[in-house]
């Protein structure tokens, strides 16, 4: 059984269908991408199965349970996180502050009134770990403003990463990086991914990166799938090309 599918979702936005009848899945233990040319609606698939936008039309199946349309904070809890195509950290506070504070907001003792220095042991055990599968242990002590862009990209990763999702969803995690800070990234998210235990849902423009990390693809182009499959399938998909690639052939 899938870990996540989606069925027949539609979205709109007055006249536009950004989300026309989009349907995926996704094993456990997969990392699949999502890609396709600028409005081709990769972020309005991840805002849906979010419950960030509710569709109009379709379901979002996660484990086995529906969850369209569910709260946000809700899905978070069922397990699935996010990362966001602009950076959402805490600026003023330390890399491990961020990824305590994301560790803590999973942690169902977290409103207790005693017990609250055990929940914070916790959260700082989580936070530590995230931090060194994303190679940011030097940076911990540091106010995540002060980190480089690509680290700061990272920082948001070990964030979601400390909320222990069964799915990471990540929305153009190398978007603004330079082609070292890109490379970087690619070999600590490679890194961090390879024991397959977690399901991986990329957005991500940089198709080298795409096909460096990803177990399966699929391309959507003015809000429909267009394809859908293994990286080298996908590769030299005549449509694809044409619709990401600009090729005419």
């Known amino acids: 059984m899938p870990l996540l599918e989606c069925r027949g979702l539609v979205r709109r936005f007055g006249a536009l269908v950004a989300v026309d009848g989009v349907s995926l899945a996704i094993e456990p233990g997969e990392i ?17 199965i979010t419950s ?67 929940v914070v042991a916790a959260s700082l055990a989580v936070a530590d770990e995230a931090l ?8 911990a002590g540091m106010r995540a403003d002060m980190l480089s862009h690509g680290d700061q990209r990272l920082l948001e990763v070990a964030m979601a990463l400390a909320q222990k999702p069964r799915l990471l969803m990540l929305d153009e995690p190398t978007q603004g990086l330079s082609i070292e800070e890109t490379d ?8 961090m991914l390879k024991k397959g235990d977690l399901s991986v849902l990329l957005v991500e423009h940089d198709m080298e990166v795409v096909f460096k990390l990803a177990d399966s693809i699929t391309v959507l182009h003015r809000g ?18 044409r619709a990401y690639l600009g090729e005419s052939g």
């Open 184 to 191: 970087r990234a690619v070999q600590t998210l490679r890194g």
């Open 132 to 139: 060194e599968q994303l190679r940011l242990t030097r940076h």
């Open 52 to 118: 960030t936008l509710k569709p109009h039309a379709g379901e979002v199946f996660f484990a086995g349970e529906e969850i369209t349309g569910l709260p946000v904070h809700r899905v978070a809890q069922m397990g699935i996180a996010r990362t966001f195509q602009r950076c959402h950290v805490f600026p003023a506070l330390s890399a491990r502050e961020n990824v305590r504070i994301a560790a803590q907001a999973r942690d169902v003792r977290r409103w207790r009134f005693f017990g609250g220095r055990t």
């Open 224 to 241: 429909r799938v267009i394809a859908d499959g293994a990286p080298d399938v996908v590769k030299t998909n005549v449509e694809v090309r």
């Open 32 to 48: 699949r991408a999502v890609i396709g040319p600028n409005g081709a609606g990769k972020s309005t698939v991840f805002n849906l």
